[in-house]
């Protein structure tokens, strides 16, 4: 219900420019000159003690000097000055700031100081500021260039947020001459304050903004960053190119996992589940904004390739391949159509080659036939320079032969320079992406089709979730506090497996034994046959040391082993303290894989999990794929699906197939452990041996650490996992068991029936209008919720033996974070058992873990039973003064 907290920085009435004068040389006349020039609308009020006037405007000494409502301050002096200016426009009421200066974090101990006293002042005098150390903003809509960029940025329906304010100018001078225009350039700076995260939420929302381009050097807020990328990445296009590829997330490595997941892995992981694309160059990200910028979608990945030249069709086509497009087969009309219209000898396929003769009278009928077959979902149209060529006129013919409102994308590519210049710029000025390489214009089309397949992908819902025994988190945290206590990191071997016991993981019966003869009677325990491993704090990888024997069905080889794996690991590692060997029971797995799951802790966007193919050649393998927790069953069947091994858990030759949800259920178990236990720094189950008769862990390393004292439970996870905490059991008047908790994406089916199922009444007090269900969109917008800015809770009876939603209540955090939107509804066949009153006593308590202060919403005027549950609960009421028909409720938490 609240206006975005940016709105005044984004779209500002007024602006005081701080450093302001008529020096030609100082970014502060720059940034004014800009502003005038420019023709911003609102008042300009110059401030700088050394003038009286700039550019004939009255120059004040101070903010509070002003006397004026002022949205947004831009400030241009030196660093040392900016707190202090800052406190003053707290004074003053100005609650935006865009910091141009540098000299902060970037400047050494000094800089660091002064970005320190300017975080403070800000959060003291609650100002929300840009940068510092950035070159500014830039929006076109709003006729503001609050920057020292010297080129003009035309208006359009792109947004870039950048790190790089030199990237900011290069696409700024880019883009004219590319007829492309934005809605805004952010220029972040240092991200001392505003972030990604605040910008991402709202662009999400701005109306002159169709897709988001985002240059990324490093991200301070991984939950904000992870959060609002999915949201906007939900509504529209979002583009992301990140520096630094080839870092190392990490200084050591104390397991395989950790050795295997870099950072650049995990941030694909964080695209990936955020929905967004990534551009690995900068020259991608440029023609990410040219495709963007003519605002079309694509259905799909097919792609259609017309070319007057056979070798230029050839490397579109190897590009296509590369990133997994899919040439389109024509429907045999269209291939009719084609014929009629080539020669014989054209290629009779995709790539269409219409041979280096083609003139324009060629090209207009030939891109109509193939634009408008159903088989295609892009059309790229591709010129070589040849004799007969006339660049031009086949560039009108290509602009002729389309619709002027175009539902499908169409790119171009004439290649060349001063021969085709006139006809790129044709192209161009009628809204056709011009691309001066065939890789490019192919790199392009697969941005808007790997938007169309997240898209998709996020539509996909589950089915209800199995029954399941509960992890044991009571025996878990004991283990881990025992190790703790203890002054260690590395969990035992037995440590490890009843850890993962603990959570339902299936492990192999393992006892150690610091002698011989107790390695004896263990073997004797587990029963025949056996492994034996050797047993050291300091050993982590057994096989290196030739600490394995397997497949051992003899007691007198049993303490043979024994000897023999002592005396070896003592002789490779002398420094190793030696605590004797692990007894455990041989896996009964039928036609075993072997595979390897693991967590490790990435710097900025915490525990990540990996699968892959796993043994004792893991590093050597390099088959894996990484996911950001949590993970359901549809996200971990994701995960194994982009790994080689995937393939080996089906059937082949005389091996029967994997039990592959055994497998998608460890990885869950395993989300779940990391989601609950903010201790674990590493794990390492390899192998997992998978079979047809289900999987078993028969190796296992964990590493621990305390938390820091200051984290909240789940503060160490990048996206919220589900609460467990607002699970509640209750009964009914009637005796009927009656759970209320958190909404989970496994719900979408009994979302939907609820919906079904109410009544009309029921339908339009709820939704405001006519509804018979949910569409696909807003069943996922209402199953697969963020829990850090959103909660729903759904209230579920057990009726005849089975969970039946009868009720569900939900809020949205707004964006001043403090407040925030609810709304509720109770089936029909269920009134008056004070479901309604338990779903929002539980609403309270999920706000106040939010720390919210206020929760607010609008009830129709005639839905008299939720006007007098909103009164019994303590709402206020006042009429919407901008709809007769609406009551508006709010409640202090």
């Known amino acids: 219900m609240d206006d975005n907290p940016l709105t005044g920085m984004m779209d500002p009435q007024s602006i005081a420019v701080f450093g302001a004068s008529e020096t030609s040389q100082s970014v502060g006349a720059r940034v004014f000159e800009n502003l005038v020039e420019d023709g911003f609308a609102g008042a300009i009020y110059p401030v700088n003690p050394k003038h009286k006037k700039v550019r004939g405007l009255t120059c004040y000494t101070s903010a509070t000097a002003v006397g004026k409502d002022i949205d947004l301050a831009v400030i241009c002096t030196p660093a040392r000055t900016v707190a202090g200016i800052i406190r003053d426009c707290g004074e003053a009421g100005i609650k935006n700031a865009i910091v141009l200066s540098a000299g902060f974090g970037e400047g050494g101990n ?169 551009a690995m160059t900068f020259g991608q990200l440029f023609a990410a904004a040219e495709i963007l910028s003519s605002n079309k979608k694509a259905a799909g990945n097919r792609l259609s390739i017309i070319t007057n030249g056979g070798g230029a069709g050839v490397l579109a086509a190897d590009r296509a391949a590369d990133l997994n497009l899919q040439l389109a087969e024509m429907s045999e009309s269209t291939k009719e159509s084609l014929g009629k219209l080539l020669p014989d000898y054209w290629s009779h396929a995709n790539p269409v080659d219409i041979l280096g003769d083609a003139g324009a009278d060629r090209y207009g009928p030939v891109v109509k036939a193939v634009y408008d077959d159903p088989n295609t979902d892009g059309v790229l149209v591709m010129l070589t320079p040849q004799a007969m060529t006339d660049s031009t006129a086949a560039a009108h013919a290509v602009v002729d032969a389309l619709p002027r ?79 703790l206590a203890d002054d260690r990191e590395m969990l035992s071997d037995i440590e490890s497996k009843a850890l993962l016991k603990a959570f339902r993981i299936p492990v ?130 994701r995960l194994v699906s982009r790994t080689r091994v995937s393939a080996m858990l089906d059937a082949f030759r005389d091996k029967p197939a994997a039990d592959r949800d055994a497998v998608i259920y460890v990885l869950r178990r395993v989300s779940s452990l990391v989601s609950e236990l903010p201790e674990i720094i590493e794990l390492d189950i390899n192998p997992l041996i998978a079979g047809s008769n289900g999987v078993m862990a028969v190796d296992a390393r964990i590493r621990v650490k305390r938390p820091p004292a200051r984290d909240g439970h789940y503060d160490h996870m990048a996206i919220h996992p589900y609460p467990r905490n607002l699970v509640q059991s209750e009964h009914l008047s009637d005796g009927t068991p009656l759970t209320i908790r958190p909404i989970r994406p496994e719900d979408a089916k009994s979302e939907q029936d609820f919906v079904r199922s109410l009544s009309d009444e029921a339908k339009q007090f709820r939704f405001m209008g006519t509804l018979n269900e949910l569409s696909p969109e807003m069943l996922v917008q209402f199953t697969q919720i963020d829990y850090r800015r959103e909660m729903a809770l759904v209230a579920m009876a057990e009726i005849d033996g089975k969970e039946v939603q009868c009720g569900v209540a939900r809020y ?82």
């Open 405 to 483: 409102r175009r539902k499908k994308p169409v790119l171009a590519c004439w290649m060349g320079e001063a021969s085709v210049a006139e006809g790129r710029k044709v192209l161009s000025e009628n809204g056709i992406a011009d691309f001066i390489s065939p890789e490019r214009a192919v790199e392009a089309f697969s941005y808007l089709a790997k938007h169309h397949r997240n898209r998709k992908l996020a539509l996909q819902t589950l089915g209800p979730l199995s029954p399941e025994n509960p992890p044991d988190l009571d025996g878990a945290r004991m283990i881990i506090n025992a190790v």
């Open 110 to 278: 000094k800089g660091r100081n002064y970005e320190a006293d300017l975080i403070a002042a800000a959060k003291k005098a609650g100002v929300r500021f840009m940068g510092p150390n950035c070159v500014g903003m830039v929006r076109p809509w709003q006729k503001m260039n609050a920057t020292f960029l010297r080129a003009g940025t035309p208006k359009g329906r792109l947004a870039l947020v950048s790190q790089s304010g030199a990237l900011c100018s290069a696409i700024s001078d880019w883009a004219g001459p590319h007829h492309l225009g934005f809605s805004a350039l952010v220029s972040l700076g240092n991200s001392s304050d505003i972030d990604f995260g605040d910008m991402l939420h709202f662009l999400a929302s701005d109306p002159h903004t169709d897709a988001i381009l985002l240059y990324v050097e490093g991200v301070r807020n991984a939950p904000s960053f992870i959060s609002m990328l999915r949201y906007a990445a939900r509504l529209k296009p979002v583009i992301v190119l990140k520096s630094g590829r080839h870092a190392s997330s990490s200084a050591a490595a104390h397991t395989h996992t950790g050795a295997l997941i870099g950072s650049d892995e995990v941030f694909d992981a964080v695209l990936e589940r955020a929905g967004a694309v990534r």
């Open 812 to 893: 949205v955090i707004n964006p001043d974070n403090t407040s925030c939107e609810f709304a509720i509804v109770v089936g029909d066949q269920v009134q008056h058992q004070g479901i309604g009153t338990r779903l929002m006593k539980a609403l309270f308590r999920a706000a106040r873990m939010h720390e919210l202060t206020v929760i607010e919403g609008t009830v129709l005027k005639n839905n008299a039973p939720m006007l007098k549950l909103m009164a019994e609960l303590g709402f206020t009421q006042r009429y919407d003064p901008d709809d007769a028909e609406l009551v508006i409720v709010e409640r202090w938490l």
């Open 508 to 637: 192999n019966m393992t006892i150690e034994a610091t002698s011989a003869e107790q390695a004896l009677v263990a073997a004797q325990t587990v029963g025949y046959p056996v492994a034996v491993k050797i047993s050291s704090p300091d050993i982590i990888h057994k096989s290196d040391v030739g600490g394995v024997r397997v497949g051992i069905n003899d007691p007198a080889e049993v303490k043979r082993a024994f000897r023999n794996l002592c005396e070896k690991a003592t002789r490779k590692r002398p420094d190793a303290k030696i605590r004797g060997v692990t007894v455990e029971a041989m896996a009964n797995i039928d036609a075993p894989r072997e595979l390897v799951v693991g967590v490790s802790r990435d710097e900025v966007f915490g525990p990540t999990i990996l699968f892959g193919a796993g043994g004792t050649a893991v590093e050597m393998l390099k088959d894996s794929a990484v996911a950001i927790p949590p993970v359901n069953g549809l996200l971990a069947e």
